[in-house]
């Protein structure tokens, strides 16, 4: 990013960006990026337990092709097995250089074996997008579908690319902000380290699911899935244990044993599931509301397995339960202020899920006032008509929680008098004959002006001056509606002594509609003496 070539231009872009990478990287929370570190345990857990199963794959491959004399038919099967696990094998070694090189470039581990720079996205950016988008995620959206294809080859159907564009997935390819960016931009701009571990990790899970169905279409061949039923039981595989509310939920309900004669029904709480080669389809949204202190949710589901044994011509049923855990999503506010919203004002909001990711499809209500939506996922509008303002978020029509802000009331403006264009001092007044020109001016408090300026906007719009000399009026009192006169006709008459009396009939703020209302002020007269 700091090259001696660059331009002053691309040296400031670098440099904001890494000012707007830093803000973003405070505005993650721990509990987000611990979930990340989770889910990315999860997922590598589950591709060592698939690489597991793929390797028993291939073993029973070899005893079947032995017990069936060696035959040259089933040595070449034999042989593309061997080819699918070296060819899978490779491409997880590579993604797992990658998840090694991102941990290494932000910063590594510290003495406990924690990611130092589990927050830090430029780096990712870096590596994976590169600045003429050169990085390394170009290289694996090739190599990934690469192999895709030639495990296509191996007679278990056409797999699907494993990298899409934003164009090309069906998730994203509708979404104005999404659509045009491709792959490399879609998973690893803007992401935290973390989160690009559990992207590469997640795309190990899809290579090992290959594997797995290639194998087994390998192993059909040579009848090593013809197997005995001299041990049966019943499994459930689940994709991940844990998952966001708000999410789907995957299983796959399986006997441990299948014949390719047996024509197995399985149910799910008690209804039907779609089965497919001998597993049943599990897919349910994932729901809870008894979280405990560390936001997780322990569930059940239970499910049943029924075929007719072919030895007996009895109906068997074998039933399953299987645990899961539902993680409570953290909810993201970001604003100018997020601890108390103002009352009867625009207070913009970016509410997201972090956990929820592209599948986050936010909805909401509010109580103790009224919103509308902003031109972006996740951006709202609040006017708060209350003491306090509860917004409750969903995404696709599941609740995800609430959060609750405190209302303050407006900051009364203060009303400042100038005189030629500078401030009255009132205690020391005027030198004869007094000023040339008047200004007033209805002045929002700085702070509440830094968070809400379209709501900060000031104006005096009714205010008389009166020409007094002891305690009667010499001129006046004279009314005007703009903030700003000519004092002519006033000093004209002014004597050493005398005072300009100035009282402010009504001031009015305009908000972030652009509407006037009246602003309640106590009175407020202001006496200038002419010296």
Avoid: H
């Amino acid at each position: 990013m700091a090259g001696g070539k660059e331009t002053p231009r691309q040296k400031m872009i670098g440099m904001m960006y890494l000012v707007l990478t830093a803000l973003l990287a405070l505005q993650v929370s721990s509990a987000i990026i611990d979930k990340f570190v989770f889910l990315n345990d999860s997922l590598e857990y589950t591709v060592n337990e698939a690489d597991k199963r793929n390797q028993n794959s291939v073993q029973r491959i070899q005893k079947a092709v032995e017990d069936a004399g060696n035959r040259p038919q089933d040595a070449v099967v034999l042989k593309s097995a061997n080819e699918v696990r070296e060819k899978t094998n490779k491409v997880i070694s590579e993604l797992e250089g990658l998840k090694k090189d991102l941990i290494e470039k932000s910063g590594g581990r510290d003495e406990n074996g924690s990611f130092v720079g589990a927050k830090e996205e430029e780096a990712v950016a870096i590596y994976m997008v590169g600045g003429k988008k050169n990085g390394k995620a170009y290289d694996l959206k090739d190599r990934l579908n690469k192999f895709a294809d030639e495990l296509s080859q191996f007679g278990a159907g056409k797999f699907a690319p494993l990298a899409l564009d934003g164009s090309e997935d069906p998730m994203f390819k509708n979404k104005p902000d999404q659509k045009n960016k491709d792959f490399a931009e879609l998973n690893f701009a803007q992401t935290p380290m973390v989160a690009a571990l559990a992207v590469l990790s997640q795309k190990e899970s899809e290579v090992r699911r290959m594997e797995s169905q290639t194998l087994e279409a390998l192993a059909g061949k040579v009848g090593a899935a013809d197997l005995k039923f001299d041990n049966i039981y019943a499994m459930a595989r689940a994709e991940s244990k844990v998952v966001a509310a708000g999410t789907k939920y995957k299983a796959e309900m399986f006997i441990a044993a299948s014949s390719s004669g047996i024509r197995p029904s399985m149910k799910y709480n008690g209804s039907d599931v779609k089965v497919e080669n001998g597993k049943g389809l599990v897919e349910f949204t994932a729901q809870a509301n008894d979280y405990d202190k560390d936001g997780n949710s322990k569930k059940v589901w239970k499910g049943s397995i029924s075929f007719k044994n072919p030895s007996t011509g009895r109906d068997t049923t074998f039933n399953v339960e299987q645990e899961y855990v539902v993680a409570k999503p953290v909810i993201q506010v970001q604003s100018a202020s997020v601890q108390a919203l103002y009352f009867n004002c625009g207070n913009e909001l970016n509410i997201q899920v972090p956990a929820l990711g592209s599948t986050y499809e936010p909805s909401f209500s509010v109580s103790g006032g009224s919103f509308s939506k902003g031109a972006n996922k996740g951006l709202i509008t609040v006017v708060p008509t209350s003491a306090e303002v509860t917004i409750n978020v969903s995404s696709g029509g599941f609740s995800i929680g609430a959060e609750k802000f405190k209302v303050r009331t407006i900051p009364k403006p203060d009303v400042v008098v100038y005189a030629n264009g500078a401030p009255i001092n009132e205690k020391v007044g005027m030198a004869a004959p007094g000023p040339r020109a008047l200004d007033v001016k209805a002045l929002a408090d700085e702070s509440f002006k830094n968070f809400l300026p379209k709501d900060a906007r000031y104006k005096v719009t009714a205010w008389e001056v009166t020409l007094a000399r002891g305690s009667r009026p010499v001129v006046g009192p004279q009314v005007y509606n703009t903030e700003s006169i000519s004092t002519a006709n006033l000093i004209a008459q002014a004597k050493p002594g005398d005072r300009l009396v100035i009282e402010i009939k009504e001031v009015k703020r305009m908000n972030f509609k652009g509407e006037t209302e009246n602003v309640k002020l106590p009175s407020i007269v202001k006496s200038i003496s002419i010296n």
